[in-house]
């Protein structure tokens, strides 16, 4: 739904009857599943923290720090306003991934030659590295969380155990980016 509104708003593009009605299906069926989800277990979770005496005191729970922290307490603290801040936080990258997808389409449209296979390899990792730089300064908001988290990650010794072998959490965390690199170079380059 993110690329109609994106689409329509800012780049001027029509849309069929057929593909909204169906976008719009899909959209509201996805709401009601993760609201219908959110309500059965939201009992739940408040009870959780309800007993949990270091979960209500804020200085034992270091992923309610910073700004994150910050939003989530003066919405109440409680599990419907992290869902609700969560939902908040998706729909804003939906939107902001529709854009970049149209601004990447114009970008190629624009600069794209007649040798499209060494063409989309290049694009391919151009649009890889602005849209991870491009991205940064976002983190700048939350970079005293992802600092505290980063340092609390390092001391713990962030390892898992897998068929019997004890597996360093980097290992996973570099493993995700390479399978990132090569899905994102596939989706370009086909």
Not at 131 to 140: K, Q, T
């Amino acid at each position: 739904i993110g690329s109609l509104i994106v689409g329509y708003l800012f780049f001027k593009k029509k849309f069929s009857t057929h593909a909204v009605v169906a976008c719009l299906l899909v959209a509201f069926g996805v709401f009601f599943v993760t609201y219908a989800e959110h309500a059965a277990r939201a009992p739940e979770l408040d009870d959780q923290a309800a007993d949990c005496p270091s979960c209500a005191d804020d200085t034992a729970a270091p992923h309610l720090t910073g700004v994150v922290g910050t939003i989530i307490h003066a919405f109440g603290g409680g599990e419907s306003s992290k869902f609700a801040i969560g939902i908040v936080m998706l729909v804003i990258a939906l939107f902001m991934s529709a854009f970049l997808s149209y601004m990447q389409k114009g970008v190629r449209d624009q600069f794209s030659s007649e040798d499209k296979a060494n063409d989309a390899s290049f694009m391919a990792f151009e649009f890889l590295f602005f849209s991870h730089v491009l991205s940064m300064p976002m983190f700048a908001v939350v970079g005293d969380n992802i600092m505290e988290h980063w340092h609390l990650w390092l001391k713990n010794g962030p390892t898992n155990e897998i068929f019997g072998l004890e597996v360093s959490l980097f290992a996973f965390l570099l493993l995700n980016v390479i399978t990132q690199f090569v899905c994102v170079i596939g989706v370009y380059n086909l």
